[in-house]
């Protein structure tokens, strides 16, 4: 579905052949670039395989009162809940939601084939996430059409394949700029298709839009500008760097980059298969948690995770930070570089302890933890943190762990998360049987290739 005020979706005409000159080539005059993005994609995966959930207000979150929404239907949405809100205010909005936990292997079943369907049309896509992605067509327009014929074909496919009894659906942006695409798929969702106009048109076409739709312009930068007299796209274009450095609270230089993509100019290319730039994980709790010893345990059972995504991964990182968000909101965030790169739980916990004791929360309620990795790479300095034979022991023990709990679903954790000193089989496999998994592996280990 186009807009009704767009340019026309066919390939722009030639330029007149000049004296001398041969005609320009029109699939050389500008870029193609596509924003696909699927539509309520968690919830709509979960209506896909449950279909006494169709049509009815569905929320993909946590249950608990501290919890976030993921997803919301958009049965959900007509009754005021939106992801990212808290899972109470959403269920305060929509009293009849029925919430689901999120299934988040099944949603990157599904991503891998929508995926798979960016790459039949071009090789440069750059996913945003699960359900979302940057394509540059503008070398695909001589095989498949123009950008809009393009965009309707993944759509059709998404529709065809990834659904059939109750089709997924995509909204798509075609534009000359990632920035101008972004929005376009947003302007008509669900299960539009938006064209942007091209060249020096493009700015008209942004400047009625509201300043909300500048990317990071949210709840309080927005009543800042629009008190300044900034209230469309079209204003911002317009305004001094000085007045828009101001109002957003950053640098001069900054704001003179929201002035160029206020008026369309984005030059910043598709990357494709972009390499995670961190790995984390974080929990906001049912109750705060208060005293050093909890927010070590907390640190603790998120380096195990976080280890367990790196070596999944392959991935080794320098950079470790701890996130801890207090009862009334307050953000605090610390991070180190560590000599060498490490991938372990036992590493990645001394240093989520080291940065905890840099910070003044012994009486502090805490709603949230979190722990990340990212600087992966070579090894960025010459003095190791610990031992050579220490880490690859650490590096062992974290393999089996993780080939174990492979295995048998979690069965093998440190003792300092046990909630009792005593659990019981885990995932009905007795803890002899887990014992001598744990066994046997280590031996394979240490066996000589």
Known sequence: ML?????????????????????????SVARAILHIDMDAFFASVEELDDPSLRGKPVL????????????????????????AMPMA?????????????????RYAEISAQMFEIFGRYTPLVEGLSLDEAFLDVTASRALFGD????????????????????????SAGVAECKFVAKIASDLRKPDGLVVAPPGVAVAAFLARLPVERMWGVGEKSAPRLRALGLRTLGDLARAAPSTLALALGTAPEHAARVSRLARGEDDRPV??????????????????????????????????????????????????????????????????????????????????????????????????????ASGFGADAGTRPLFPEPERARRERIEQVVGAVNGRHAGAVTRASLLEAPSRGDAAGKGVELVREDLARLVASKRRPP
Do not use: M, W
């Not at 205010?89 to 292997?105: D, G, N, W």
């Not at 759509?155 to 659904?163: C, F, K, S, T, V």
């Not at 906001?284 to 603790?300: C, H, I, K, N, Q």
């Open 147 to 170: 950008g809009a014929q393009i965009a309707a074909s993944i759509r059709a496919d998404i529709r065809a394949e990834l659904g059939p009894s109750l089709p997924l659906t995509a």
């Open 3 to 27: 807009s009704a005020d767009v340019a026309p979706t066919g390939a722009r005409p030639p330029e007149p052949a000049r004296a001398g000159r041969a005609p320009a080539d029109p699939l």
């Open 60 to 83: 993909v979150g946590g249950a608990a009162r501290r919890g976030v929404v993921a997803a919301a239907s958009y049965a959900a949405r007509a009754r005021g809940a939106r992801s």
């Open 89 to 105: 205010e959403a269920l305060r909005r929509c009293p009849e939601a029925i919430v689901v936990p999120p299934r988040r292997a």
């Open 271 to 372: 990357v494709p298969h972009g390499e995670a730039k961190s790995v984390g994980s974080e929990s906001t709790y049912e109750r705060d948690l208060v005293g050093r010893a909890a927010l070590s345990r907390a640190v603790l059972q998120h380096a195990e995770i976080v280890a367990r995504r790196l070596t999944a991964a392959r991935l080794s990182a320098r950079v470790v930070a701890v996130k801890l968000k207090l009862a009334d909101f307050t953000l605090l965030t610390r991070q180190v570089s560590l000599r060498e790169p490490v991938s372990d739980t036992q590493s990645l916990h001394e240093a989520g302890a080291a940065l905890l004791a840099r910070l003044d929360v012994d009486n502090a309620h805490i709603r949230l933890v979190g722990l990340s």
